[in-house]
């Protein structure tokens, strides 16, 4: 684990999967990314490429050849994740493909995620470079999870998300074996708040497409500290927790999870990205808290 630091918080990643583990206030004492219980659910803030979510049959079809890749793809948890670059502000963790990651998924790439501390904010920067003479077809993303409630005299029902604009998007469902439904259920009603609840996430993620926002923020009735995540470069975002857990994961995507009626091959799958050979292309969303 590596840890960067500046007058006011500290921010520590770990190596195996390049895992933020870390964002703390060092005026306040406040942890503000959920711990990893292994009662709960044993991850902080997962990196997720080359694919998001589940693949229909755990595998995808790519020039008729089947590649079977993890959910969230290999990144995550990978102990292949090595520190690249460092600075007193900045961490960097890169992966390369090799023959093992050509098994399960057949293009030469190199991606590169730097966490950036600059003020109270986290800059989380992914950037991916095609290796190959072919087209690249790829996915990414992020799960941060953050701790809440923050404070020991708060309950889960006192926080709610709050989004820049207001919404009418409904939700897309997803369905037992981690895929989306063809149907969506109603749940902004020209709002801009999700009130948090225990049973929120009964049935899954949430999972949004062509929000109007590209901000949201998640406070408490009784304190006031405040974390925003921003996410221009990322057109998907989930939410989501595991029921009656303390904390809650806002995910901004490049991608989704297959469809109940996906036909399997990448080519074809929603929100997948197209690089040319040689060239790279750059992602960022940015984490960042206010406290009084």
């Given at each position: 684990?590596?840890t960067?630091?500046n007058d006011?918080?500290e921010?520590?990643v770990?190596e195996r999967?390049g895992?933020?583990?870390s964002?703390?206030?060092?005026?306040?004492?406040?942890e503000y990314?959920?711990q990893a219980?292994?009662?709960?659910w044993?991850?902080?803030?997962?990196?997720?490429?080359?694919?998001?979510g589940c693949?229909?049959?755990?595998?995808f079809?790519?020039?008729?050849?089947?590649?079977k890749t993890?959910?969230?793809g290999?990144?995550?948890k990978?102990d292949?994740?090595?520190l690249?670059g460092?600075?007193?502000?900045?961490?960097?963790y890169?992966?390369?493909?090799?023959?093992?990651?050509l098994?399960?998924?057949?293009?030469?790439?190199?991606?590169?995620?730097d966490?950036?501390?600059?003020?109270?904010?986290?800059?989380?920067?992914?950037?991916?470079t095609?290796?190959?003479?072919?087209?690249?077809?790829?996915s990414?993303g992020g799960h941060?999870?953050?701790?809440?409630?923050?404070?020991d005299?708060?309950?889960?029902?006192?926080?709610?998300?709050?989004?820049?604009k207001?919404?009418?998007?409904?939700t897309?469902?997803?369905n037992k074996d981690g895929?989306?439904a063809?149907?969506?259920?109603?749940?902004?009603?020209?709002?801009?708040?999700?009130n948090l609840n225990?049973h929120?996430f009964?049935n899954?993620?949430?999972v949004?497409?062509?929000?109007?926002?590209k901000?949201?923020?998640?406070?408490?009735?009784?304190?006031d500290?405040?974390l925003?995540?921003?996410f221009?470069d990322?057109?998907?975002?989930?939410?989501?927790a595991k029921?009656n857990?303390?904390f809650?994961?806002?995910e901004?995507?490049l991608?989704?999870a297959d469809?109940?009626?996906s036909?399997?091959?990448?080519?074809?799958k929603?929100?997948?990205?197209?690089?040319?050979?040689?060239?790279?292309?750059t992602?960022s969303y940015f984490i960042?808290?206010e406290e009084?």
């Amino acid at each position: 684990m590596q840890t960067i630091k500046n007058d006011n918080f500290e921010v520590s990643v770990k190596e195996r999967g390049g895992e933020l583990c870390s964002f703390k206030s060092l005026k306040s004492g406040k942890e503000y990314i959920w711990q990893a219980d292994p009662d709960v659910w044993l991850a902080h803030a997962p990196n997720l490429f080359p694919v998001i979510g589940c693949l229909k049959g755990d595998s995808f079809i790519y020039k008729g050849k089947e590649y079977k890749t993890p959910k969230h793809g290999f990144f995550r948890k990978n102990d292949k994740v090595k520190l690249t670059g460092q600075t007193d502000n900045s961490l960097t963790y890169g992966l390369k493909y090799d023959a093992e990651t050509l098994k399960i998924y057949p293009f030469k790439f190199e991606i590169n995620i730097d966490f950036i501390l600059k003020g109270n904010t986290i800059k989380v920067r992914h950037r991916v470079t095609n290796h190959g003479d072919d087209v690249m077809l790829f996915s990414l993303g992020g799960h941060p999870g953050f701790t809440c409630p923050l404070n020991d005299d708060e309950i889960y029902e006192d926080y709610y998300l709050e989004f820049e604009k207001t919404e009418t998007a409904p939700t897309w469902q997803v369905n037992k074996d981690g895929l989306i439904a063809k149907e969506t259920l109603p749940f902004y009603d020209n709002t801009n708040i999700i009130n948090l609840n225990p049973h929120i996430f009964d049935n899954d993620a949430l999972v949004f497409k062509n929000l109007n926002s590209k901000k949201v923020s998640l406070k408490s009735k009784k304190s006031d500290q405040v974390l925003t995540v921003s996410f221009d470069d990322f057109p998907y975002l989930g939410i989501w927790a595991k029921p009656n857990a303390r904390f809650v994961c806002i995910e901004p995507w490049l991608g989704i999870a297959d469809s109940v009626d996906s036909d399997r091959n990448l080519e074809h799958k929603e929100g997948i990205l197209k690089l040319k050979p040689k060239d790279t292309f750059t992602a960022s969303y940015f984490i960042s808290v206010e406290e009084s």
